[in-house]
């Protein structure tokens, strides 16, 4: 393990776990490692799904979820991790809300193994973006950490990111907004009426992202926590 670290493999890797808005959340090799910063779309969502129960820091395993066949029933409390990487942001919202069916969806064969050990196993489904979601399926709440890193840009991450996660969790495009333009395109398919789609972006492309959401004729509100350095963009069908 410490030649591993030496290496430069992210320490989350190879324990094994990520500590994640007050949970351990499960990681592989590979897999994106959960930012502190990304806490704050957890927070918005809890609060835009009015829990009646926990912190955001509750146990997952404490958690007890509502089992829900039929899809198109909007008085279930749904809500979907698009582009899940380990499932981090959907095991949180379920931590601090237990009534919540959580999805998750994402194209690296290596993340969906990880998130089906954070998530309820059969609602995380390998593809791209909204195509594997049961047809009909919609949700109050999709929180997408899409993402946003320019190609350009990649060789300048941080060496425990660009050498030790897989690029596809990591490569935006030539602008960065490449898969956020996609994801907040398909986003009115899959949110009830009054939904929310809260995607983080960068300070720097926030003003963009704002824009993406305008060109689609949804409309948008910025959000910021310096002390986690975070920026999430809220868009209402």
């Known amino acids: 393990?410490?030649?591993?670290?030496?290496?430069?493999?992210?320490?989350?890797?190879?324990?094994?776990w990520a500590s994640f808005a007050g949970l351990r959340v499960r990681l592989l090799p590979g897999v994106f490692v959960p930012r502190r910063r990304s806490e704050l779309m957890v927070r918005l969502a809890v609060e835009r799904l009015?829990?009646?129960?926990?912190?955001?820091?509750?146990?997952?395993?404490?958690?007890t979820r509502a089992e829900v066949t039929e899809h198109r029933d909007r008085s279930v409390v749904r809500v979907i991790d698009l582009g899940c990487g380990s499932g981090a942001l959907g095991a949180a919202v379920a931590a601090a809300v237990p009534s919540a069916e959580v999805w998750g969806v994402d194209i690296d064969p290596d993340a969906v193994a990880c998130a089906r050990l954070n998530l309820s196993p059969q609602r995380v489904l390998l593809g791209d973006l909204y195509d594997p979601l049961p047809a009909?399926?919609?949700?109050q709440v999709i929180c997408a950490n899409a993402p946003y890193v320019?190609?350009?840009?990649?060789?300048?991450m941080p060496a425990e990111a660009r050498d030790h996660e897989h690029?596809?969790?990591?490569?935006?495009?030539?602008?960065?907004?490449?898969?956020q333009r996609r994801v907040v395109a398909g986003a009115g398919a899959h949110l009830v009426e009054d939904g929310v789609l809260l995607i983080e972006t960068s300070r720097r492309q926030a003003e963009a992202t704002v824009g993406l959401a305008h060109a689609v004729g949804m409309g948008a509100t910025l959000h910021t926590d310096d002390d986690i350095d975070g920026t999430v963009v809220e868009i209402r069908t």
């Open 136 to 139: 009909g399926l919609r949700a």
């Open 50 to 63: 009015r829990p009646e129960s926990g912190p955001i820091g509750s146990a997952v395993a404490a958690a």
């Open 167 to 179: 690029p596809v969790a990591l490569d935006g495009g030539a602008d960065g907004l490449a898969v």
């Open 1 to 16: 393990m410490t030649v591993r670290r030496v290496d430069g493999e992210p320490l989350e890797q190879i324990v094994g």
């Open 150 to 156: 320019p190609t350009g840009a990649i060789p300048l």
